[in-house]
């Protein structure tokens, strides 16, 4: 997506938020370090992830410390089996345990949100749907955390509100059908914006077809609605999968025929990946 082109300045805007927010005008505790002392720590990972984030984390220290050196020994997107060292690091020595907090967190989340979207697309290989991501993401790291999902293997969808339509049930009532809401949105869409509505039902399911629906999102449908709302469809559209899916049932519903499966979970239910920073 286009806002991955300007990802860089979504990096230095979080990282400067987060300094911001835990280290205030002074690490009282770093005082405790002579001014010019150096320092060497090493990375680990306590369980298996992939790695992502790493922009973010060398940003936190280059932030304190221009020349700071990171030797990495995997790369952005590589699985690191537990226990295995991910970095080692060099600098100034209060710089490092300043940053170290703020470092880790970055690292963490976006690790445990590429690790989890590999599980998902691991879990519909060799077939042609495609996991995407939602707007149900941290506040402040919508744009690392749909990075992240890439790295992972899915795929993202809408930034936010501004740059993609979904018509979802309230959108419906209030312009008082779906063929009206439809009509609408083909009017006001800027060029390139996606057009998505939400149903609920195989009879709402025909009618945003009748009304020239492209992508609909098949909303908390089971297995042989699904299957019902693929053969209904024949192609017409692209059926998008969402809600009730999981692990244990994801390949299932890939195999319906739905050409993406949304999970919010990839990005709300983020249980941060087991990390470490030790000086040597």
């Given amino acids: 997506m286009t806002f991955l082109h300007n990802l860089d300045t979504h990096i230095q805007a979080n990282i400067r938020a987060a300094l911001d927010e835990d280290v205030g005008d002074l690490d009282l505790t770093a005082q405790l370090i002579p001014e010019h002392a150096q320092a060497r720590a090493t990375v680990i990972t306590r369980q298996r992830a992939v790695l992502c984030g790493t922009q973010w984390f060398e940003g936190c220290f280059r932030a304190l410390d221009a020349n700071c050196e990171i030797r990495w020994h995997l790369r952005e997107g590589d699985m690191a089996e537990a226990n295995q060292i991910l970095c080692e690091i060099h600098g100034q020595a209060r710089a490092l345990l300043t940053a170290e907090r703020t470092a880790l967190n970055f690292l963490q989340t976006l690790s445990a949100t590429a690790t989890l979207t590999r599980r998902y ?4 290989a060799g077939t042609q749907t495609m996991i995407m991501d939602t707007r149900k993401t941290l ?10 999902v890439s790295v992972g293997g ?3 969808q809408r930034v936010g509100l501004f740059d993609g339509i979904l018509i979802k049930e309230n959108h419906i009532m209030a312009a008082g059908s779906i063929h009206a809401a439809l009509q609408h949105a083909f009017r006001i869409a800027p060029e390139g914006v996606t057009i998505q509505i ?19 999102l098949l909303d908390n449908f089971d297995l042989g609605l699904m299957r019902a709302a693929v053969t209904l469809t024949a192609g017409r559209a692209q059926l998008e999968a969402s809600g009730g899916i999981h692990l244990g049932n994801v390949r299932a519903v890939a195999e319906t025929g739905v050409e993406r499966i949304s999970i919010g979970g990839l990005t709300k239910d983020v249980q941060a990946v087991d990390l470490s920073m030790r000086f040597a």
């Avoid at 609920?200 to 609909?216: C, P, S």
């Fill in 139 to 148: 506040p402040g790291l919508r744009m690392a955390q749909k990075y992240a």
């Fill in 198 to 216: 939400e149903v609920e039902t195989l009879e709402q399911l025909g009618e945003a077809l009748d009304a020239g629906a492209e992508l609909i």
């Fill in 154 to 156: 899915g795929h993202n």
């Fill in 121 to 124: 697309a691991d879990a519909v």
